[in-house]
């Protein structure tokens, strides 16, 4: 059964958005792959945003990896939802730093999201989260915007 979790969490102080979200591509492409885990993971330049989809039992050992994580705190599960079709199940897991987008495709989320200092803030309502995952996902597959958005796995 396949099961979709979302999370969100706030980077640590010692986060260093560049280096940190590549290494954790890097680290964790292979892991997501091998337990068919597929998702997204939207860094706003203070916070996270994740979506993990999979078989349920690797979803929810993997969360609990990630919840203990020293690269961010305050993890919360926004929901968890069982047999699900999957809204990204062709990405091993994508990776957006939505603060290192073009200036145009930013302004379209300081727009349409909160935001303070241009940095999105993940909504606090499940409707706003989920259309903030569903705009990324549209823009993404919409627009070439290598290398703001990585085609690579992340997560633990």
């Not at 969490?9 to 940190?20: G, I, R, T, V």
């Not at 379209?108 to 990324?136: C, G, S």
Request: proline letters at 4%; hydrophobic letters at 40%; one cysteine or more.
């Amino acid at each position: 059964m396949r099961s979709r979790l979302v999370y969100k969490s706030l980077a640590s102080e010692e986060f260093l958005p560049n280096q940190d979200l590549f290494e954790m591509g890097e680290s964790c492409s292979r892991n997501n792959q091998d337990k068919d885990i597929t998702g997204i993971l939207v860094y706003t330049g203070k916070q996270f945003l994740q979506v993990l989809e999979g078989p349920s039992a690797d979803v929810n050992s993997l969360f609990q990896k990630i919840s203990r994580d020293e690269r961010h705190h305050s993890v919360e599960l926004v929901t968890f939802e069982q047999d699900v079709e999957p809204y990204f199940d062709d990405w091993s897991m994508r990776l957006v730093d939505l603060y290192d987008l073009p200036g145009e495709i930013r302004q379209f989320f300081t727009r349409k999201y909160e935001h303070e200092e241009e940095m999105v803030i993940v909504p606090k309502r499940l409707l706003d989260v989920n259309a903030l995952l569903l705009d990324v996902r549209a823009i993404c597959k919409n627009h070439d915007l290598l290398p703001f958005v990585k085609k690579t796995a992340v997560a633990g």
